[in-house]
C-alpha cells in the first residue's frame, strides 16, 4: 500500500524557514517523481517543486527559485522540502505527492497518490 505522510509545517515570519519531509512508503516501482504541492484559500492546487527519484532531477516553480530546495534521503525514502526567506504569499497547505510514471511536469493532474497536507503560514 502506497503511503505518503507530509510533516512540517508550521507558524514562521516573513523572512525564516521551515522544513518539510514527506515520508513514502509502498513503492514498488523502479522510476518515479514526488513532489510538493500547496492549496491557498481560494485557490487552485499548484507544484511547487519535484524530484525524480531515480535521476535526481528537480523542478521548481518560478515563484520558489532561489528559496526552496527539494531533496531526498533513498535509505529512510524521505523527501525534504527546506524552504527559506518565506514570504506571506507561500502560506497554503501544502501536500506530498507522487507520479509513478516518472514525469516532471509537477502538476496536480499527474499525482497518483496524495500524503495529506501540512499547514504553513507566514506572517508578515
Known amino acids: 500500500e502506497v503511503q505518503l505522510q507530509a510533516s512540517g509545517g508550521g507558524l514562521v515570519q516573513a523572512g525564516g524557514s521551515l522544513r518539510l519531509s514527506c515520508a513514502a512508503s509502498?513503492?514498488?516501482?523502479?522510476?518515479?517523481?514526488i513532489g510538493w504541492f500547496r492549496q491557498a484559500p481560494g485557490k487552485e492546487r499548484e507544484g511547487v517543486s519535484c524530484?525524480?527519484?531515480?535521476?535526481?532531477?528537480?523542478y521548481y516553480e518560478d515563484s520558489v527559485k532561489g528559496r526552496f530546495t527539494i531533496s531526498k534521503d533513498n535509505a529512510s525514502n524521505t523527501v525534504y522540502l527546506q524552504m527559506n526567506n518565506l514570504k506571506p504569499e507561500d502560506t497554503a497547505v501544502y501536500y506530498c505527492?507522487?507520479?509513478?510514471?516518472?514525469?516532471?511536469?509537477?502538476?496536480?493532474?499527474?499525482?497518483?497518490?496524495w500524503g495529506g497536507g501540512t499547514l504553513v503560514t507566514v506572517s508578515s
Open positions: 509502498g513503492f514498488t516501482f523502479d522510476d518515479y517523481t
Open positions: 505527492a507522487v507520479d509513478l510514471l516518472g514525469g516532471m511536469t509537477c502538476t496536480p493532474y499527474v499525482a497518483h497518490y
Open positions: 524530484i525524480n527519484y531515480n535521476n535526481g532531477n528537480t
